[in-house]
């Protein structure tokens, strides 16, 4: 499927379900003065792995969507563990997020069961972000500009531990598979608390991934990734009247039936406690 458009939300619309469910969504910050940032991390070109054909496409056309939603973003290519856990850790610190209402967090690259991989992963020297890292850098604890606001974790990685490259001819070219991301481990709830206040250390977190556990993710190397395909698909389609977890739900039907190219996305680690809507054009 192919949409160019981003459907804006009527800004009757806007007022009446900000009015309607005020204690049910998460606050949305005026255009005027709110400065919205979003983090893609996408990594191509590898030292053993083979490169990801295909994931300009993704990155290009992920950047104009967040853009055309109202966030300023940051790209990063072709880092190791190590510097992609560095640009998080600046990212999160990143003064903007205080008169911000949401980010998001893409990553874009190979993966194994145990994370993403960095750019010089091998099965003798694994170099791996894991799940953990990225979910304690941005928690309320460590990132105090973005509590109780929405933090949405987008991965686009194979989560399997196969061979590492699988391909498959098809008419618009060669598919290979996002190989060497992820179960999610439950991280837990604890509270810490002061003389003032006390909260979760973790909340307001999901994260949408592009394949369950063990299993494959396709790239296509004229069209880039199944999953962001979709996925920029239905955002762009119905984020002016449905909240995002919803919109996640509508990605996984779409690959509910299988094809010579199977994958489900998983929505995972949800800490949120309302619906979160783009309201795109307000």
Request: proline residues 3%; negative net charge.
């Amino acid at each position: 499927q192919s949409n160019d458009t981003l459907k804006l939300c009527p800004r009757d619309h806007f007022h009446k379900l900000k009015t309607e469910k005020s204690d049910k969504i998460y606050p949305v910050m005026e255009k005027e003065g709110r400065t919205r940032l979003a983090l893609i991390i996408c990594n191509k070109k590898f030292d053993s792995l083979s490169n990801r054909h295909g994931a300009d496409v993704d990155l290009l056309r992920m950047q104009d969507l967040l853009e055309d939603l109202g966030y300023s973003v940051v790209v990063k290519e072709n880092l190791t563990a190590q510097g992609m856990e560095t640009e998080l850790r600046l990212f999160a610190d990143h003064e903007d997020h205080q008169s911000s209402d949401s980010t998001f967090l893409v990553f874009m690259s190979h993966g194994i069961l145990d994370g993403i991989c960095g750019t010089k992963h091998s099965d003798k020297e694994p170099d791996i972000l894991r799940d953990d890292t990225i979910f304690t850098i941005f928690n309320n604890h460590n990132c105090k500009n973005l509590r109780n606001k929405p933090k949405i974790i987008i991965m686009q990685a194979c989560r399997g531990s196969g061979d590492g490259i699988v391909w498959v001819t098809t008419e618009r070219g060669e598919a290979m598979a996002d190989t060497h991301g992820l179960p999610m481990q439950y991280y837990g709830y604890y509270g810490r608390s002061d003389a003032v206040t006390m909260t979760h250390v973790e909340k307001d977190f999901i994260a949408f991934k592009s394949s369950t556990p063990h299993n494959v993710s396709w790239i296509l190397d004229t069209t880039g990734s199944l999953f962001i395909s979709q996925l920029i698909y239905f955002i762009k389609e119905y984020c002016w009247s449905h909240h995002l977890e919803e919109i996640f739900r509508m990605v996984q039907h779409s690959f509910e039936t299988p094809t010579i190219l199977t994958q489900m996305p998983t929505i995972e680690r949800v800490s949120m406690t309302r619906y979160f809507y783009l309201f795109p054009g307000n």
